[in-house]
Nanobody
Framework: QVQLVESGGGLVQPGGSLRLSCAAS????????MGWYRQAPGQQRELVAQ???????NYADSVKGRFTIPKDNAKNTVYLQMNALKPEDTNVYYC??????????????WGQGTQVTVSS
């Protein structure tokens, strides 16, 4: 079982920045996909940012130029750096990592979710 622990959410004013962290219980040097999603009450979970094993990243149109998805292999942690935050970014954010263990067992793990509130 691969565990992901999120941190870093909170309340921020419009125009401010937050960095979400997602620490994995295993090495993230190898993975199939890595991403951040968000979900508002009563709505479907939507992709915010995603990284491929090649290092290519793609972002939802609504966050392009404002959000990035860096990672630190030494800390087994992937981040969501959010700048120029808007009230419409208010949501619960979830990290997701999909990969294959050395035992050839595939995993699809989610973090517990962290609330981000953008309000003055």
């Amino acid at each position: 079982q691969v565990q992901l622990v999120e941190s870093g959410g909170g309340l921020v004013q419009p125009g401010g920045s937050l960095r979400l962290s997602c620490a994995a219980s295993i090495s993230i040097l190898s993975f199939n996909s890595m991403g951040w999603y968000r979900q508002a009450p009563g709505q479907q979970r939507e992709l915010v940012a995603q990284m491929a094993p090649s290092g290519n990243r793609n972002y939802a149109d609504s966050v392009k130029g404002r959000f990035t998805i860096p990672k630190d292999n030494a800390k087994n942690t992937v981040y969501l750096q959010m700048n120029a935050l808007k009230p419409e970014d208010t949501n619960v954010y979830y990290c997701n990592i999909r990969g294959t263990l050395v035992s050839s067992v595939r995993y699809d793990s989610w973090g517990q979710g962290t609330q981000v509130t953008v309000s003055s």
